[in-house]
């Protein structure tokens, strides 16, 4: 097996998942075009060189249908050559797709991939697709796949969180993703022109810097009506310990809709050799995980935790984290069970602050880790994400 190494990652900013949002007049199609050409641009890549292009994407749907890793090389006026797959593991979807990429470099098949997601929300909304499994309830019943929102309120009732413990951790990510932005942190972004409304779309949208305990205090509970429903009690039969659900998420603590796409550019040692940037990191492992259906979001902890394992690593000794922030109740959850201090996760903020494009957010978060690793010049990080169903994937790399 060939070491992969990450040549290059970088995203679009995240938009407001609204009509009004910076991207929402462009295609999913144009999003992924500025990209390539952004990587051609900055790496001195001759598309031909690519392998193959693995995207995730959660709602392959209308604008994101019909395999939009294929369509999107074409339509960016990339060589046909280039082979092309679209992924689905909810929303640990992007960073599955860039180690899918990296493995295919890994077995020699490859030299150089593409691995990473795009998801616009503002135009393909979340169930827009209409999965059984969502929209049934004895069907979700039976697969023991509930909504995400659900699950983080089931973490928060076994673990004991309140609701001020949740909107703390909410705003300290909104107030480290502010300070970033103002800072010119996130490196990784590449600016979109949207000829619609004649802006060029350049910083993450969805922070709402000024955010304060009290506003978020406001807010009323987003899932328990759906816990009345039917959910509550599917979820108590499973946990007869508890005596209820809380209901502490609401939408100041749970991830922002937004839209956004990212590529990380993966090759062997080779093929630096026809690149004009040396790698920025190497891939040293990744694994994949599933955890309680019924937790949803608890995936990215127990791939986490399996990945140190694998490593005979503790949490001291990886320098920094990025932890998917899919509701606030599952960041906490991964700091008690892992034991990451404050100033090792999360650092420039997640989620609930930036914005959750499903299928991109995986990749996105690795190129934040990585941009922070080089900033600080730090050796190691680990970046894991979560999906429905208890699934997650998490990804060790060294610089």
Not at 12 to 29: C, E, F, I, V, Y
Not at 231 to 251: E, Y
Request: glycine share 8%.
């Amino acid at each position: 097996m060939s070491d992969v190494y990450i040549y290059d990652a970088i995203r679009t900013p995240r938009a407001r998942a609204k009509d009004s949002g910076g991207l929402h007049d462009l295609t999913p199609l144009d999003l992924m075009k500025a990209l390539y050409l952004a990587l051609q641009e900055r790496n001195g890549l001759q598309p031909q060189q690519v392998g193959d292009v693995v995207l995730g994407c959660v709602t392959q749907h209308a604008d994101q249908a019909a395999n939009i890793a294929k369509t999107s090389t074409l339509y960016a006026g990339w060589p046909s050559s280039i082979s092309g797959i679209t992924v689905n593991r909810f929303c640990s979807s992007g960073l599955d797709a860039v180690n899918i990429a990296a493995l295919k470099v890994a077995a020699g098949q490859d030299q150089l991939n593409i691995g990473g997601g795009v998801e616009m929300m503002s135009r393909v909304p979340m169930l827009a697709d209409r999965a059984t499994v969502f929209t049934d309830i004895p069907t979700a019943v039976k697969a023991q796949v509930l909504m995400m929102g659900s699950g983080a309120d089931l973490i928060a009732s076994k673990y004991d969180l309140s609701r001020e413990q949740l909107d703390t951790l909410a705003m300290n990510s909104q107030h480290r993703a502010a300070a970033a932005r103002e800072k010119g942190y996130f490196k990784s972004i590449v600016p979109v022109y949207n000829p619609v409304k004649d802006i060029t779309a350049a910083e993450d949208e969805c922070i709402r810097a000024g955010i304060s305990m009290e506003d978020l205090a406001k807010l009323p509970p987003s899932f328990a009506e759906l816990g009345a429903a039917g959910v509550d009690a599917h979820q108590l039969a499973s946990n007869p310990q508890l005596d209820g659900i809380r209901h502490v998420h609401t939408a100041g603590n749970s991830p922002a809709m937004a839209d956004a796409a990212a590529v990380v550019l993966l090759g062997n040692e080779a093929a630096g050799e026809h690149l004009a940037n040396a790698p920025r990191a190497r891939i040293v492992a990744a694994v994949n995980a599933s955890d309680d259906p019924l937790q949803v979001l608890s995936g990215a902890v127990a791939a986490t935790q399996k990945l140190l394992h694998k490593q005979g690593l503790t949490s001291a000794e990886v320098d920094l984290f990025e932890i998917h922030e899919a509701f606030a109740a599952t960041v906490i959850k991964c700091q008690r069970d892992l034991d990451i201090p404050d100033e090792k996760i999360n650092v420039h903020g997640g989620c609930i602050a930036l914005g959750h494009p499903l299928g991109a957010t995986g990749a996105i978060m690795l190129g934040q880790l990585l941009d922070e690793m080089e900033r600080r010049d730090l050796h190691t990080g680990i970046v894991a994400a979560s999906g429905a169903a208890g699934a997650g994937v998490a990804m060790l790399i060294e610089r």
